[in-house]
């Protein structure tokens, strides 16, 4: 399994990376740490969360994702085996939200304390502040690295302008700069990353950790009419896959999946690990059983046939 540099920050990655959105809502306490132990033993090792994780679950605030991991983290002794990824920005329960200076050092004090760790590997915008001048954000980053409390600084859900604006003003101020991306990446959701991001992330060499990159679980095959989604927590997240296009690609990744007796999930994650410029995508699980199912996509080599059956299949 190859790992991989995550921009130019010096830090690797095994090909994906563990989203966190799952813990402190349906994922919690002793699977937590089940899952998290067996994803770290199976030699992968980026957990990706954020401070607002799972404030959407009835009852929660914000933070129960990071608390679950950094239980996890004093109890297990892995913190030097792992990489560490939140995010600052989103609205809190408190309404407190933006990337002014002194809320990016207050967050990031919460997020330390929550992931009972002394640093954060990648620390990241999770939304843009417009409000904000881009300066006065990386100057809140800029001390958070200098105090050694943060490795490197990425960003998701921002504009190719703003992300440009941001690189420059590093530049010319002599600031910490961005050194990954997260956007939205998969097989059907291609044409806003690859026409918008990819030339500019190329030129940039900026590591690229995608999300959503099963489709809210649409391309592991599990939902293919309405009636599957009866039911489901993801049912209004998937509704918009059930269309001519989206059952081209989950032909082909039925066909495929027959051809490498593997899962369709497989499948789509090794077709994004195997795209230029994708460092690692950012999948979930709630169970051993999916998990392994994940795993095979980081050793599975698709052929050049294969990968473009599926380009054909997706095309936009």
């Known amino acids: 399994m190859e790992n991989r540099e995550l921009g130019a920050s010096g830090i690797s990655t095994a090909p994906l990376v563990f989203g966190g959105n799952v813990f402190g809502w349906t994922v919690k306490g002793k699977d937590t740490a089940f899952l998290l132990d067996a994803f770290v033993d199976a030699g992968f090792n980026t957990i990706d969360t954020a401070d607002v994780y799972s404030r959407w679950v009835e009852g929660n605030k914000g933070g129960e994702s990071e608390t679950e991991i950094g239980n996890w983290l004093r109890q297990s002794g892995k913190r030097d085996k792992v990489v560490i990824a939140t995010k600052v920005g989103a609205e809190m329960d408190s309404g407190s939200k933006g990337l002014k200076k002194d809320y990016i050092i207050k967050s990031a004090e919460a997020s330390l304390k929550r992931l009972q760790t002394d640093y954060i590997d990648l620390y990241q915008t999770h939304y843009d502040d417009p409000s904000t001048p881009v300066e006065e954000t990386l ?11 943060v490795r490197a600084i990425g960003t998701s859900n921002m504009s190719v302008e703003r992300l440009h604006e941001s690189l420059k003003t590093s530049i010319e101020r002599g600031l910490v700069a961005y050194q990954t991306l997260q956007p939205e990446y998969n097989l059907f959701d291609r044409e806003k990353y690859e026409t918008t991001y990819e030339p500019f992330i190329k030129e940039q060499n900026l590591g690229v950790i995608s999300y959503f990159s099963l489709a809210s679980g649409f391309l592991s095959g599990k939902y293919r009419s ?13 509704k918009k896959y059930l269309n001519p296009r989206g059952y081209r690609i989950l032909k082909a990744l039925d066909d495929l999946a027959g051809q490498y007796q593997t899962s369709q999930s497989a499948i789509a994650l090794a077709w994004l690990i ?43």
Request: glycine share 6%; proline share 3%.
């Open 226 to 238: 309405e009636a599957d989604l009866k039911g489901s927590s993801r049912a209004g997240m998937v």
């Open 139 to 149: 100057r809140a980053y800029d001390q958070l690295m200098q105090d050694g409390k």
């Open 274 to 316: 195997a795209r230029p410029g994708i460092t690692a995508p950012i999948v979930s699980a709630t169970s051993l059983e999916q998990l392994n199912d994940l795993f095979e996509s980081a050793t599975l080599k698709l052929n050049n046939e294969a990968i473009e059956m599926l380009n054909i299949a997706s095309a936009y």
